[in-house]
């Protein structure tokens, strides 16, 4: 029965490949973020998704292509990773009412060599 | 843009004991609301307090209180009789009304030693 949910747990890359991460919801939420925490613990939005639409860039890179093909499911992919690209990036989902509470999923390291 | 600040990048007390930790933010928006969120070895983010600047009483769930100084723009979190599992990062964030994003500070390491 878990809220929010990410695959994988962790991914170990080289640079110039290609990834994605997965991430369902099962909170009948309209709204799905994609947080980076960096080495140093540090939270940063990337995206943010409300029925399937893009509300939120935060001046991320190219290679970042978030998809979100229902309003339950918001994935990550990432082109030609770089080293600087290794961290925990977590899903978040949050619903209609006033105070938006943010429900984050476990997260994804990845680790870039 | 909004900006969160926790100045004590790391803390520890002794198991029992109460702890307060401090958290400040800039804004220029008048309805908003703040979040007190533990993230424990295994990483996940789990919410423990959550304030609305338009409500003047201070949150309390359990063991866990704040101190919400609005014209201050200061939002402590204490922790009462603090136990082993308290022992997390702690990260403050802030939400303008209507936004879609939090913004989060540098986090605080609390460590309960037994």
């Known amino acids: 029965d878990t809220a929010v949910s990410q695959t994988p747990k962790y991914l170990v890359t080289q640079m110039g490949n290609d990834k994605s991460i997965k991430c369902e919801q099962n909170l009948g939420h309209d709204t799905m973020y994609w947080y980076k925490q960096d080495s140093k613990k540090f939270l940063k939005i990337m995206f943010s998704y409300n029925n399937k639409e893009l509300i939120i860039n935060e001046t991320v890179p190219n290679r970042f292509s978030p998809k979100s093909p229902d309003k339950a499911h918001l994935n990550l992919h990432i082109n030609s990773l770089e080293l600087g690209d290794s961290a925990v990036y977590f899903c978040?989902?949050?619903?209609?009412?006033?105070?938006?509470?943010?429900?984050f999923g476990p997260g994804t390291r990845l680790t870039v060599l | 843009a909004q900006t969160v600040t926790q100045s004590q990048p790391e803390m520890s007390v002794q198991e029992a004991e109460t702890v307060t930790l401090s958290c400040t933010y800039d804004t220029s928006e008048n309805n908003y609301y703040l979040f007190w969120y533990k993230q424990p070895p295994s990483r996940q983010m789990i919410l423990v307090i959550r304030q609305e600047a338009y409500k003047q009483q201070n949150a309390t769930e359990n063991r866990f209180s704040v101190n919400f100084q609005k014209a201050a723009k200061s939002f402590s979190l204490k922790i009462s009789d603090s136990q082993l599992g308290d022992t997390a990062m702690y990260f403050c964030?802030?939400?303008?009304?209507?936004?879609?994003?939090?913004?989060f500070g540098q986090g605080t390491r609390l460590t309960i030693n037994p």
């Open positions: 964030a802030f939400m303008k009304q209507g936004a879609q994003k939090l913004v």
């Open positions: 978040a989902s949050s619903g209609s009412d006033r105070t938006r509470e943010q429900f």
